[in-house]
T-cell receptor, first 116, second 110 residues
Framework: NAGVTQTPKFQVLKTGQSMTLQCAQD?????MYWYRQDPGMGLRLIYY???????DKGEVPNGYNVSRLNKREFSLRLESAAPSQTSVYFC???????????????FGNGTRLTVT | KNEVEQSPQNLTAQEGEFITINCSYS?????LHWLQQHPGGGIVSLFM?????KKHGRLIATINIQEKHSSLHITASHPRDSAVYIC????????????WGAGTKLIIKP
């Protein structure tokens, strides 16, 4: 059972470069999320998708874009990377939005991104 | 002040000890999550609760809604329990899905 698969696991970018983080889930979940995790801080929501075809900003969306390509896939794009975007990025999914349901979150293994 | 505070930030204990990790929050909530982050980075949901107590194996989670406080207990702790334990709350009036604590790093020594 793959669950939530994120790629790549590690990435180093130079300031100004762009990249896309890929995420796919095989649990037929409606909702998907992108979080970033920084030392000493709780997870912060970047963007989320309540269902296929919809995306919404989270707490820290600046500098990022997302695409919900289909029900399985939710990608996160950094158009022009900055050192402040150095972080660990997690994709997650849930059957229904965690804001309004008892659905548990399922996480990918994370992407460690360094921007120099 | 963060809306979700965990204590302690770091905890080191000997194998077999009873472990308690605390989570306090300052907002009205409809549910609270406990998650475990392994040293390799993967995050796993442990519990979601809105009242009372839940038990799974050696793990017990309790919540007191009136006191805005939850605890995660581990009985007969083992080195494989070493991880970061994270508390997150579903706030009643937020658009931000969940509000996350910063985590408690637990190390169990053999």
């Amino acid at each position: 059972n793959a669950g939530v698969t994120q790629t790549p696991k590690f990435q180093v970018l130079k300031t100004g470069q762009s990249m896309t983080l890929q995420c796919a889930q095989d649990m037929n979940h409606n909702s998907m999320y992108w979080y970033r995790q920084d030392p000493g801080m709780g997870l912060r929501l970047i963007y989320y998708s309540a269902s296929e075809g919809t995306t919404d900003k989270g707490e820290v969306p600046n500098g990022y874009n997302v695409s919900r390509l289909n029900k399985r896939e939710f990608s996160l794009r950094l158009e022009s990377a900055a050192p402040s975007q150095t972080s660990v990025y997690f994709c997650a999914s849930s059957e229904l939005l965690v804001r309004s349901s008892n659905s548990p979150l399922h996480f990918g293994n994370g992407t460690r991104l360094t921007v120099t | 002040k963060n809306e979700v505070e965990q204590s302690p930030q770091n905890l080191t204990a000997q194998e077999g000890e009873f472990i308690t990790i605390n989570c306090s929050y300052s907002v009205g909530i409809s549910a609270l999550h406990w998650l475990q982050q392994h040293p390799g980075g993967g995050i796993v949901s442990l519990f979601m609760l809105s009242s009372g107590k839940k038990k799974h194996g050696r793990l017990i989670a309790t919540i007191n809604i009136q006191e805005k406080h939850s605890s995660l207990h581990i009985t007969a702790s083992h080195p494989r329990d070493s991880a970061v334990y994270i508390c997150a709350v579903r706030r009643m009036d937020s658009n931000y899905q969940l509000i996350w604590g910063a985590g408690t790093k637990l190390i169990i020594k053999p």
